[in-house]
């Protein structure tokens, strides 16, 4: 190919409205990056406030968890005090039962000696008057 002969106005002139086009692109390269940088500071600022709900809403959840646990353990712990308060009642009966059941021994013990003594001293005024058990 055959190169065709450009004069140097002609070069200038193309080179003065090829520099032109490229300042119109790189201006329009230019207003496309700050439509971009402020679209995507734009979606930062909603995405921080978004991730700022979320840190909310999970700091209200753990607090609402805390509560119900606090509230959870106060009633094991109430559990625990009632279970406390019956093992001494069942204590306090065990040993009002077992001082009933000795008091009792005791009576049974003692109620079987007056009883020896009283057979005793019956059998043995029948021997002193002279009474004889009836025979067959």
């Given at each position: 190919?055959?190169?065709?002969?450009?004069?140097?106005?002609?070069?200038?002139?193309?080179?003065?409205?090829?520099?032109?086009?490229?300042?119109?692109?790189?201006?329009?390269?230019?207003?496309?990056?700050?439509v971009l940088a402020k679209t995507m500071e734009a979606n930062q600022q909603a995405m921080m406030l978004r991730f700022d709900q979320i840190n909310q809403q999970m700091a209200a959840d753990r607090e609402a968890m805390l509560l119900r646990f606090e509230q959870a353990d106060q009633r094991f712990e109430q559990v625990d005090k009632q279970f406390q308060q019956v093992d001494q009642q069942f204590s306090r009966h065990e040993t009002r039962l077992v001082s009933l059941e000795n008091w009792m021994r005791a009576t049974y013990v003692t109620l079987a000696i007056v009883a020896v003594g009283v057979a005793a001293q019956l059998l043995y005024m029948l021997l002193r008057f002279g009474l004889k058990p009836p025979t067959p």
């Amino acid at each position: 190919m055959a190169e065709d002969y450009v004069s140097r106005d002609q070069h200038r002139a193309d080179m003065a409205e090829l520099r032109g086009e490229l300042k119109d692109e790189l201006a329009g390269v230019r207003q496309e990056i700050a439509v971009l940088a402020k679209t995507m500071e734009a979606n930062q600022q909603a995405m921080m406030l978004r991730f700022d709900q979320i840190n909310q809403q999970m700091a209200a959840d753990r607090e609402a968890m805390l509560l119900r646990f606090e509230q959870a353990d106060q009633r094991f712990e109430q559990v625990d005090k009632q279970f406390q308060q019956v093992d001494q009642q069942f204590s306090r009966h065990e040993t009002r039962l077992v001082s009933l059941e000795n008091w009792m021994r005791a009576t049974y013990v003692t109620l079987a000696i007056v009883a020896v003594g009283v057979a005793a001293q019956l059998l043995y005024m029948l021997l002193r008057f002279g009474l004889k058990p009836p025979t067959p």
